[in-house]
């Protein structure tokens, strides 16, 4: 009953170094996304995918790249991390386009 | 992108009152959602409203559709300290949903 995991939950970088936040989700979804959530803004679309090889930006893509190999996995990298990636963030998964389900998020922080 | 307004943006409320909260749009959804987001943890959906007018209940919890597609309300009775959290309403433009910037509720017991 894992639902939708990520990893890792905690991470500071350095400016210009890279990562992956992981993303994986056990309920066959075709939907996911990706989302970053900055205090007192909601959260931003940043990546989503409406199937595996099927990938679009949202409303705040710059800085970030996306794949969906598989239907269960749907990393984000981060090439060239700047302070302004200092964020949340959250990746989620639906059936259709509706109602998602959140993982428990991942913590960034760029010095 | 969409902008997508609540108010109020903060309350802090005693254990028992209820609590009344609302989220307006620039522009006309098919469908609200209402989420909830405990500390350090992901948001929650709670209720989906897919017509305008529609009134939906979980528990405690009611939202409304409202009439001109363009607003949705979420009312609480009876609150409780774990109503603690962020409660968020999300509509679709497009291919996105787009986010509220949320209602932060404290309940004092």
């Known amino acids: 009953n894992a639902g939708v995991t990520q990893t890792p ?12 936040l992981q993303c994986a989700q056990d309920m066959n979804h ?19 995918s409406v199937g595996a090889g099927i990938t679009d930006k949202g409303e705040v893509p710059n800085g970030y790249n996306v794949s969906r190999s598989t239907t269960e996995d749907f990393p984000l990298r981060l090439e060239l991390a ?7 963030y959250f990746c989620a998964s639906s059936p259709v386009f509706d109602g998602y389900t959140f993982g428990s998020g991942t913590r960034l922080t760029v010095v | 992108g969409q902008q997508l307004n609540q108010s109020p943006q903060s309350m802090f409320i005693q254990e028992g009152e209820d609590v009344s909260m609302n989220c ?9 959602l209402w989420y909830k987001q405990d500390p350090g943890e992901g948001p929650v959906l709670l209720i989906a409203l897919y017509k305008a007018g529609e009134l939906t209940s979980n528990g405690r919890l009611t939202a409304q559709f409202g009439i001109t597609r363009k607003d949705s ?9 774990s109503d603690v959290g962020i409660y968020f309403c999300a ?3 497009g291919n996105q949903f787009y986010f509220g910037t949320g209602t932060s509720l404290t309940v004092i017991p």
């Open chain 1, 9 to 20: 939950k905690f991470r500071i970088l350095k400016i210009g170094q890279s990562m992956t």
């Open chain 1, 30 to 48: 075709n939907y996911m996304y990706w989302y970053r959530q900055d205090p007192g803004m909601g959260l931003k679309l940043i990546y989503y």
């Open chain 1, 82 to 88: 700047a302070p302004s990636q200092t964020s949340v």
């Open chain 2, 24 to 32: 307006t749009s620039s522009s006309i959804f098919n469908t609200w």
């Open chain 2, 73 to 81: 309300f979420l009312n609480i009775s009876a609150s409780i300290p």
């Open chain 2, 91 to 93: 509509g679709p433009t």
